[in-house]
């Protein structure tokens, strides 16, 4: 591939009235792991269908490894392996025959394709599965599957698509293991996620999109930069009490206090917080505390600082990523 692995300018798409990718700019260099984060319904699945030539844009250029795709979307497709987030795979065949059968498409010889897809039902812990149909594999072992076949013919660019979403613990850490070694190895990976924690794990540099628009794009190390060193306490209070902000900021002058939500006190600080202090201080002027809870700030911070969008559902994914 010659300059970038990725390059795309001005990329639109519409679906009836509703602007679902609204004028995105994107550039990926080579064996970079792009992570291109966001909310559901962000505009994530639609740029990626694009950039992989299963959509055509209503507007804007896309080249990928230097061929112009701008034409003829999927004139970059050999260079390209692609994980969707639904098997494309076929259920009555076995593991080891659809490996193959992926391989025979991208014009692998017969003997090949049979050693490479040996290769990697081992490297992917699915040995003993090989024969097996592949209407018989869980749903993290038919992910793990989708991901061996992307890699048959040894891509230098690869496009995942949610590639850890509502599968098993196992199956989720073998997947970003199996991501960071191919990364090691030089492949250029565009990552689609809305696991914050995935995101910040694996990635050299991520875009933050939201609402059909790219609003952030840089490093990890620089995105975090901002909060670095920050502490946090989040207090949940019960129904109906009343936060003395004024009583708290002079007793307190040191820290940053919030109020996110009738029933919940955020105090920020850069130095460590100690919560018995602030909740007998609480208590002692009838405000009821029912949790404290620390923290250091994190990507999901940024993120939600950055595009303005709730924490709620993004923080829930990041609690579970963490978890995986």
């Given amino acids: 591939m010659a300059g970038p692995a990725i390059r795309a300018s001005g990329l639109e798409k519409r679906f009836g009235d509703v602007r679902a990718v609204q004028g995105i700019d994107i550039e990926v260099s080579e064996g970079e792991l792009f992570g291109f984060l966001g909310p559901n319904g962000a505009g994530k699945t639609t740029t990626m269908s694009m950039l992989t030539g299963l959509s055509r844009p209503d507007a804007g250029s896309i080249v990928i490894g230097g061929i112009d795709c701008s034409r003829n979307p999927k004139a970059a497709q050999h260079l390209t392996g692609v994980v969707s987030d639904e098997s494309n795979l076929y259920p009555e065949l076995s593991g080891f025959d ?7 498409l991208y014009g692998m010889r017969r003997e090949a394709r049979r050693r490479r897809a040996s290769e990697l039902l081992d490297m992917f812990g699915l040995g003993e599965a090989s024969s097996r149909k592949f209407s018989g594999y869980s749903k993290g072992m038919k992910r793990r599957l989708v991901i061996a076949a992307a890699i048959m013919h040894r891509p230098p660019l690869l496009f995942l698509d949610e590639p850890t979403s509502g599968i098993d613990v196992e199956s989720s850490r073998m ?6 070694l191919l990364h090691r190895e030089g492949v250029t990976i565009f990552l689609t996620t809305h ?6 794990r694996l990635c050299d540099r991520i875009a933050f999109i939201a609402g059909g628009r790219i609003v952030r794009t840089d490093t ?5 930069q901002p ?5 946090v306490l989040t207090v949940s209070l019960s129904g109906g009490c009343t936060v003395p902000l004024g009583d708290l900021e002079r007793a307190f002058p040191g820290l940053d206090f919030y109020l996110p939500a009738p029933d919940e006190l955020r105090v920020e600080s850069g130095e460590p917080l100690k919560a018995g202090s602030l909740v ?3 208590e002692e002027r009838g405000v009821e505390v029912e949790e404290a809870r620390k923290r250091v700030l994190s990507l ?4 939600v600082e950055i595009t303005g969008i709730g924490a709620g559902s993004m923080l ?3 609690e579970r990523g963490r978890r995986q």
């Fill in 98 to 104: 659809n490996l193959c059968f992926s391989g025979a």
């Fill in 175 to 180: 997947i970003r293991q199996l991501l960071s």
């Fill in 195 to 200: 696991f914050i924690g995935e995101a910040e």
């Fill in 220 to 224: 990890v190390e620089r995105l975090l």
């Fill in 227 to 231: 909060v670095q060193g920050r502490h």
């Fill in 280 to 282: 007998r201080f609480l």
């Fill in 300 to 303: 999901e911070d940024v993120f």
């Fill in 316 to 318: 829930k994914e990041k």
